[in-house]
Nanobody, 124 residues
Framework: QVQLVESGGGSVQAGGSLRLSCAASGYTYSRYCMGWFRQAPGKEREGVAHIYTVGGTAHYADSVKGRFTISQDNAKNTLYLQMNRLKPEDTAMYYC?????????????????WGQGTQVTVSS
């Protein structure tokens, strides 16, 4: 079992920055890939970024490339998402996800553990 707890969400004006954190506990050694997803009201959950635990290769959705940075501190079992130049369309509930089965990627189905989410609101 892996437990995930997100923090760092909040309200910010367009152009501002936030850093999300996701603290992992439990069988953290088995994590293959970690990801950030978001869901805006009335929309489906979408992948934002993901990073492979070994090697640290990161991938981003086109909508956030150049503005968001995903990183991990394996010693602290913590995943981060640095969000810069935020836009109103980034407003959503942001979820941290972990995969222990060897899938990962940008699809929800690639992850088997999820956090409760942290709200990000960007005003214009």
């Amino acid at each position: 079992q892996v437990q995930l707890v997100e923090s760092g969400g909040g309200s910010v004006q367009a152009g501002g920055s936030l850093r999300l954190s996701c603290a992992a506990s439990g069988y953290t050694y088995s994590r293959y890939c970690m990801g950030w997803f978001r869901q805006a009201p009335g929309k489906e959950r979408e992948g934002v970024a993901h990073i492979y635990t070994v090697g640290g290769t990161a991938h981003y959705a086109d909508s956030v490339k150049g503005r968001f940075t995903i990183s991990q501190d394996n010693a602290k079992n913590t995943l981060y998402l640095q969000m810069n130049r935020l836009k109103p369309e980034d407003t959503a509930m942001y979820y941290c996800a972990a995969d222990t089965r060897g899938f990962g990627g940008d699809s929800e189905s690639g992850y088997n553990y999820w956090g409760q989410g942290t709200q990000v609101t960007v005003s214009s």
